[in-house]
Nanobody, 122 residues
Framework: QVQLVESGGELVQAGGSLRLSCALSGGTFSWYTMAWFRQALGKEREFVAN?????YYADSVKARFTISRDNAKNTVYLQMNSLKPEDTAVYYCAADSRGRPYRSSAREYDYWGQGTQVTVSS
């Protein structure tokens, strides 16, 4: 049974940085495309970034966020810089067992973490 556990969310001031982590257990991590999504209060879940053999970002976070992975640690990261109040959301980690790149639809992902809250104050 694949499980994803996120960590690293907290309250931060605008302009600050955070790094989120997501650890996968119960599967062969290197096979999966890993992604981050986020959902703000009252809004739909939206794609942030994913990583397979390459990386892919939503326009709203490009040049501010960096997704990376450590296959030895079964962990994917999201480094978030220059944070803005509009980045406030619950951030979810997701895994696509088919390892497909450039997938930005939540329907394409098989496994999800429980989410971690990121709050950016102005």
């Amino acid at each position: 049974q694949v499980q994803l556990v996120e960590s690293g969310g907290e309250l931060v001031q605008a302009g600050g940085s955070l790094r989120l982590s997501c650890a996968l257990s119960g599967g062969t991590f290197s096979w999966y495309t890993m992604a981050w999504f986020r959902q703000a209060l009252g809004k739909e879940r939206e794609f942030v970034a994913n990583i397979a053999v390459d990386t892919y970002y939503a326009d709203s976070v490009k040049a501010r966020f960096t997704i990376s992975r450590d296959n030895a640690k079964n962990t994917v990261y999201l480094q978030m810089n220059s944070l803005k109040p509009e980045d406030t959301a619950v951030y979810y980690c997701a895994a696509d067992s088919r390892g497909r790149p450039y997938r930005s639809s939540a329907r394409e992902y098989d496994y999800w973490g429980q989410g971690t809250q990121v709050t950016v104050s102005s």
